[in-house]
């Protein structure tokens, strides 16, 4: 437990250099943040299994590694659900499931040692692998995002009534995008 003047005998440049890394890893923690909620407004209010300003619960430290598994399960049913709905062909019904758990229990086990010392080698290769999925999550749900941002749903209950502008000049595309949906 470190003591109330733990990092005093760090020098002035040292102290602003540890600043500078915990406010770049916290906009990066917001930029993902904002990632997942945008995929889940994506999703009409009907297909979503969680409101995107949940996941906001993801920035308080210790509970975010519990939480993140409600997220990632939320997600997934949102984005089967808005794919069905909108008639979007995915290979999985729960899509970004299996690799946001992965990524969960990774996160989750770098925090064993906490509890069991005896278990303390389980710390980097658990982060390493937390990272390295979180990074692969992270891209396949913005993956997700963009495939929804290229089919609009039609009129459907959670949208106006007009629905999404037609496809010609000033319109929303219709149909997959030039060279075809992105494969991950």
């Known amino acids: 437990?470190?003591?109330?003047?733990?990092?005093?005998?760090?020098?002035?440049?040292?102290?602003?250099?540890?600043?500078?890394?915990?406010?770049?890893?916290?906009?990066?923690?917001?930029?993902?943040?904002?990632?997942?909620?945008?995929?889940?407004?994506?999703?009409?209010?009907?297909?979503?299994?969680?409101?995107?300003?949940m996941v906001w619960l993801l920035i308080v430290p210790i509970v975010a590694q519990v939480w993140m598994f409600f997220v990632v399960l939320n997600i997934a049913k949102s984005l089967g659900n808005e794919f069905r709905l909108r008639g979007i062909p995915t290979g999985d019904p729960e899509p970004g499931k299996m690799i946001g758990l992965a990524m969960s229990v990774c996160g989750a086990a770098a925090l064993i040692p906490r509890l069991l010392p005896s278990l303390a080698f389980v710390t980097i290769p658990a982060l390493l692998a937390h990272l390295v999925l979180l990074i692969f999550y992270w891209t396949k749900i913005n993956g997700f995002s963009r495939m929804l941002d290229w089919r609009p749903a039609a009129a459907a209950p959670g949208y106006p009534p007009s629905g999404p502008p037609v496809a010609g000049p000033g319109g929303w595309p219709q149909g997959p995008p030039p060279g075809g949906w992105p494969q991950r």
């Open 1 to 53: 437990m470190p003591t109330p003047g733990a990092l005093s005998h760090l020098s002035p440049g040292a102290l602003l250099a540890l600043l500078l890394i915990v406010a770049g890893l916290v906009l990066v923690e917001i930029f993902y943040i904002l990632a997942l909620r945008r995929a889940l407004g994506n999703c009409s209010p009907t297909s979503r299994t969680m409101d995107p300003g």
